[in-house]
């Protein structure tokens, strides 16, 4: 039933932009906060936006004025808009429901590099 699926990776510049898709459960979409998370090489797993089902969002100091973090009810999809990026920003990127059940669910991830 849990379905959370990451797409819209690639490969981009510093200072280029991404956007990242995440379509999730209808049934997890509808009722908790859904999340993006990343994973580094060599780092651990950090939360980097929220947005709850009534659209409040929170960031990461670290990609607060760069990241947007957006959902579209119809499609049951959270997005990632992600301006200005650096480098640091490289990872595999995941989305979550992390206050529900579901918590210890990962979808696929969509890999973002940021290189010149």
């Known amino acids: 039933q849990v379905q959370l699926v990451e797409s819209g990776g690639g490969l981009v510049q510093p200072g280029g932009s991404l956007r990242l898709s995440c379509t999730a459960s209808?049934?997890?979409?509808?009722?908790?906060?859904m999340g993006w998370y990343r994973r580094a090489p060599g780092k651990q797993r950090e939360l980097v936006a929220l947005?709850?089902?009534?659209?409040?969002?929170n960031y990461a100091d670290s990609v607060k004025g760069r990241f947007t973090i957006s959902r579209d009810n119809s499609k049951n999809t959270v997005y990632l808009q992600m301006n200005s990026l650096k480098p640091e920003d490289t990872a595999v990127y995941y989305c979550n429901a992390p206050f529900s059940t579901y918590k210890n669910y990962w979808g696929q991830g969509t890999q973002v590099t940021v290189s010149s």
């Open positions: 947005i709850t089902t009534t659209g409040s969002t």
């Open positions: 209808r049934s997890i979409f509808n009722t908790y906060t």
